[in-house]
């Protein structure tokens, strides 16, 4: 039983922020309701509704944007010979390493040219700099596990690179896809210093920034925030139920050597 | 089918020495020639080459007579069998041998009739449907070989196909590699590191060390007439003596080497016999491995397994001096002279 | 070689977006830095190092690096000594614990932040209930530990699977040769297990260290940087005068320190970490 402070720990904060959720506003004060409602998810309205949208949108772009782009790029770093392959590789790690702050302002004046400030397609592109690097991190490892040998064969049965990829690399990563378009997701539906910076119309709020600029009229809506934190949190901890092998897997990628 | 024919090819990877350093080879249509060598040598790289994997750093490559400089690996007319067979994981043994066929676009009729041809030629007509993660090792061996057969090439590559298999697998399969050979006529180029079964394999074979060729010739060539002491070394089990020619009671400060079944062990003096005691003796079932105490220096002959010998005993040696192979001081090149 | 030239094609798209995305704009934060430029009055005007100068003599910086770094250590600190025991317990598997302890580091860190905020509230927080007294967000001798306390939940969950990942690369052998050779746990635990997980400590130290470092999120939402500026790490501060006083210039200017410190602390632990192997 060494394991229930532990999961008191984690797990109770969440408990006391459900509970909270169902609390009628008025009874705030009290020390546990008398009775429960649902009234403060009644109240979330439509705004918030936006905001759930909104970071699915996102989300799933980044997700499709670095798929798409990072699983060719990894299966070029991971079995092919080109020029500016260690610099991709190594240079992704490096920029997975930059804090985002660094390149707030510089992104802002070049999305403001594009137009494309307080757009939600503006920010995807700025995702791709934490999400990309992550998923060429975790789908190069996995291509570089698969046997050189695969590669070699696929080239004298008389395919080019990119129909070895499509033909043979590609059915076979499908894990990896999963657990980088996991990740990926979750990232970027957590993802809160560019959203804050580069939108600022209420109804293009993703998730975060709809809870950080959460606020009522004369008071903090405390039970309306729980119902709000609980609607993010339900998506998120469906995901760490059913795919917590693959997440577990993909966190600890290269954590260890061999 | 098809020669193939390397003129001075070298593979040089940066910061390190050539891997193939000017490696001239010519290989006859249907000929079965196997590349031999420690790990290491370059025999590997040389196969990857011929198959176009890889890129010569100079010389050239022909097949059939035509320089195949440029040409991608499915424009050369060959196919390869890979040690660890690289079967696509995610395709059945039909989608396995369909796929070369495939991409080279031919007629579905034509790819169904060649895939039932070689099933039936391998036996595995019945493992059509089945994934390679549910196969046997000697499954998946012919499944790979099936694979290369489908394409009708007129060169097939191996690179070191028998090494995964246990040793009652790959003595069959070495049959039916032999059999296979001599069905389709095709021009074959082995690579594997196991002397013994180049051996058995080959019309010829081409001994590679350190990216260098060290010497091409039928298996009996190699084995009575090696070019230099590596090459002696190399083939023979037990391995060949070398001892300095005086132990052996000859003239001269060169070394020499005889073979472990050349000399002849006697319990009793003779004439014309060099004395020696016995180290250690190892049976082996069909005949007895005694390690010899002879002027300072250890030998080792082969015996009829009821040969008496006991550590520490004494024997009387005697060999064919026409056996004999001198080496040169330097101990890299023969002399052709013979005793 | 047409090969090669496809392996190039294959790997552009990638290069390309990290170039624009990160790449370019660290080198436009650094031009930009350079610069005077105020968004609202239009004004854009080359003046050398003249930010960074005023920087070295903005007591407000200085305040801002000494809060990140203690945050940093702090955080980390007790991360890896919570991390340990709690990975040791996973070592035991149980899916379902597994997935009960990611919970916190999957969610969203402003709905987590905003939680706790809940949690720390001084009028009917639950921490206020059970421990009275103490005003956890609103006195500046707490708040930060309020958000470090944020944080170590958060994030606890990621060191213990990188120790985790760690304890089942060990070799069960070794324990077992130890455990022969006579050694009771606690000394199988210093001699054997410590000195083996080294290189996932290691590693765990540099993601959180770095991600630490840039810590925005959590403090963003529980304080905005106050009370009194106490909470205001490099982050927080480079955010208000960029978005908030849109003095880009100077903003960019500690945005541009900022990643010369995660720069440096990565470089010192690649070198350690480059040792290891």
């Known amino acids: 039983m060494k394991r229930l402070p532990v999961l008191v720990f984690f797990l109770g904060p969440l408990a006391w922020q459900v509970l909270t959720s169902f609390w009628p506003e008025p009874e705030l004060t009290r020390a546990l309701p008398h009775a429960l409602t649902v009234a403060n998810y009644a109240g979330l309205g439509t705004t918030f509704a936006r905001a759930v949208l909104n970071s699915l949108l996102v989300a799933a772009g980044t997700t499709a944007l670095c798929l798409a782009v990072g699983a060719s790029a990894a299966f070029a770093v991971a079995k092919l010979e080109f020029r500016g392959r260690s610099l991709l590789f190594g240079g992704a790690l490096a920029i997975s390493m930059f804090p985002p702050i660094a390149t707030v302002s510089p992104l802002y004046l070049?999305?403001?040219?594009?137009?494309?400030?307080?757009?939600?397609?503006?920010?995807?592109?700025?995702?791709?700099?934490?999400?990309?690097?992550?998923?060429?991190?975790?789908?190069?490892?996995?291509?570089?596990?698969?046997?050189?040998?695969?590669?070699?064969?696929?080239?004298?049965?008389?395919?080019?690179?990119?129909?070895?990829?499509?033909?043979?690399?590609?059915?076979?990563s499908w894990p990896a896809l999963a657990t980088s378009a996991i990740l990926v997701f979750i990232f970027s539906w957590n993802e809160l210093l560019y959203a804050l910076s580069f939108i600022s119309t209420p109804s293009k709020r993703t998730i975060p920034v709809a809870i950080a600029l959460f606020a009522g009229e004369h008071v903090e809506p405390w039970g309306q925030i729980a119902a709000a934190s609980v609607v993010a949190t339900v998506p998120l901890a469906f995901l760490t139920l059913f795919f917590q092998r693959r997440i577990v897997a993909g966190l600890t990628a290269g954590a260890v050597k061999e | 089918m098809a020669s193939v024919s390397l003129d001075r090819v070298r593979k040089a990877f940066p910061g390190a020495p050539d891997a193939v350093h000017e490696l001239s080879l010519e290989i006859a249509d249907g000929e079965f020639v196997s590349l031999v060598g420690p790990s290491g040598c370059g025999k590997s790289t040389t196969l990857n080459l011929i198959a176009g994997l890889d890129q010569p750093t100079?010389?050239?490559?022909?097949?059939?007579?035509?320089?195949?400089?440029?040409?991608?690996?499915?424009?050369?007319?060959?196919?390869?069998?890979?040690?660890?067979?690289?079967?696509?994981?995610?395709?059945?043994?039909?989608?396995?041998?369909?796929?070369?066929?495939?991409?080279?676009?031919?007629?579905?009729?034509?790819?169904?009739?060649?895939?039932?041809?070689?099933?039936e030629l391998l036996g595995i007509s019945k493992l059509l449907s089945r994934k390679p993660r549910e196969l046997s090792g000697g499954q998946r061996q012919r499944v790979a070989l099936g694979r290369a057969l489908v394409r009708k090439p007129r060169v097939y590559l191996l690179d070191e196909p028998l090494s995964n298999l246990d040793a009652g697998l790959r003595a069959q399969m070495r049959a039916e590699l032999r059999r296979l050979h001599q069905k389709l006529r095709a021009t074959f180029i082995y690579v594997t590191h196991d002397q013994a079964e180049a051996m058995t394999l080959s019309d010829r074979i081409a001994l590679l060390r350190a990216g260098?060729?060290?010497?091409?010739?039928?298996?009996?060539?190699?084995?009575?007439?090696?070019?230099?002491?590596?090459?002696?070394?190399?083939?023979?089990?037990?391995?060949?003596?070398?001892?300095?020619?005086?132990?052996?009671?000859?003239?001269?400060?060169?070394?020499?080497?005889?073979?472990?079944?050349?000399?002849?062990?006697?319990?009793e003096r003779a004439s014309g016999v060099l004395e020696a005691t016995v180290e250690e003796a190892e049976m082996t079932g069909a005949e007895l491995w005694v390690t010899l105490s002879l002027g300072g220096e250890s030998m080792v002959a082969r015996a009829p397994s009821d040969f008496a010998a006991h550590p520490g005993g004494r024997v009387w040696i005697r060999f064919p001096a026409d056996r004999v192979l001198r080496f040169e001081q330097s101990g890299r090149t023969l002399s052709q002279t013979r005793l | 070689m047409k090969a090669r030239s496809q392996a190039a094609l294959l790997a552009a798209p990638a290069m390309a977006i990290l170039a624009g995305v990160a790449v370019l704009p660290v080198l436009a934060a650094i031009w930009l830095s350079l610069h005077r430029s105020i968004l609202v009055f239009h004004e854009e005007r080359f003046i050398g190092i003249a930010n960074f100068r005023?920087?070295?003599?903005?007591?407000?910086?200085?305040?801002?690096?000494?809060?990140?770094?203690?945050?940093?250590?702090?955080?980390?600190?007790?991360?890896?000594?919570?991390?340990?025991?709690?990975?040791?317990?996973?070592?035991?598997?149980g899916g379902f614990f597994r997935a009960a302890i990611l919970l916190p580091w999957a969610i969203p860190t402003a709905v987590s932040a905003r939680m706790w905020a809940w949690l720390f509230n001084a009028d009917y927080g639950l921490l206020h209930r059970l421990l009275p007294g103490v005003d956890w967000l609103g006195s500046p001798?707490?708040?930060?530990?309020?958000?470090?306390?944020?944080?170590?939940?958060?994030?606890?969950?990621?060191?213990?699977?990188?120790?985790?990942?760690?304890?089942?690369?060990?070799?069960?052998?070794?324990?077992?040769?130890?455990?022969?050779?006579?050694?009771?746990?606690?000394?199988?635990?210093?001699?054997?297990?410590?000195?083996?997980?080294?290189?996932?400590?290691?590693?765990?130290?540099?993601?959180?260290?770095?991600?630490?470092?840039?810590?925005?999120?959590?403090?963003?939402?529980?304080?905005?940087?106050?009370?009194?500026?106490?909470?205001?790490?490099?982050?927080?501060?480079?955010?208000?005068?960029?978005?908030?006083?849109?003095?880009?210039?100077?903003?960019?200017?500690?945005?541009?320190?900022?990643?010369?410190?995660?720069?440096?602390?990565?470089?010192?632990?690649?070198r350690f970490l480059g040792r290891e192997r």
């Open chain 1, 110 to 172: 070049v999305l403001r040219a594009a137009g494309l400030r307080d757009t939600l397609a503006g920010l995807i592109l700025p995702y791709a700099t934490f999400a990309l690097p992550l998923t060429l991190w975790l789908l190069t490892s996995f291509f570089r596990d698969l046997p050189d040998e695969l590669y070699r064969a696929a080239r004298v049965d008389g395919c080019t690179p990119w129909q070895a990829f499509v033909h043979v690399f590609l059915p076979l």
């Open chain 2, 58 to 119: 100079s010389g050239s490559i022909r097949i059939d007579g035509k320089p195949v400089e440029g040409l991608e690996p499915g424009e050369r007319d060959i196919a390869m069998v890979f040690q660890s067979y690289a079967l696509y994981p995610h395709k059945d043994v039909r989608g396995n041998l369909a796929f070369p066929l495939e991409v080279a676009r031919l007629e579905r009729s034509e790819i169904d009739k060649r895939i039932a041809e070689t099933a």
């Open chain 2, 212 to 267: 260098e060729l060290q010497q091409t010739g039928t298996p009996r060539e190699i084995y009575q007439r090696p070019a230099n002491r590596f090459v002696a070394e190399f083939f023979g089990t037990p391995r060949i003596n070398v001892v300095p020619a005086r132990v052996l009671g000859l003239e001269g400060d060169d070394l020499v080497g005889i073979r472990p079944e050349q000399i002849e062990l006697l319990s």
């Open chain 3, 54 to 93: 005023f920087l070295f003599s903005d007591g407000r910086f200085w305040s801002a690096l000494g809060t990140t770094a203690y945050f940093t250590a702090v955080a980390v600190a007790a991360e890896l000594l919570i991390g340990l025991p709690v990975a040791m317990l996973l070592q035991r598997g």
């Open chain 3, 141 to 270: 001798r707490t708040a930060l530990h309020a958000a470090i306390l944020v944080d170590v939940w958060k994030t606890t969950p990621f060191v213990a699977l990188i120790l985790l990942a760690g304890l089942s690369a060990i070799p069960g052998d070794v324990v077992k040769a130890a455990r022969v050779d006579g050694a009771r746990p606690a000394r199988i635990f210093f001699s054997i297990t410590l000195p083996l997980l080294r290189p996932a400590i290691l590693l765990a130290l540099l993601f959180r260290s770095l991600d630490a470092f840039r810590v925005f999120d959590a403090i963003y939402v529980l304080t905005e940087g106050g009370p009194a500026n106490a909470t205001e790490t490099l982050s927080i501060y480079a955010y208000k005068t960029l978005l908030r006083s849109g003095d880009f210039g100077y903003g960019s200017a500690l945005s541009v320190a900022t990643f010369a410190c995660v720069l440096g602390i990565g470089l010192v632990f690649l």
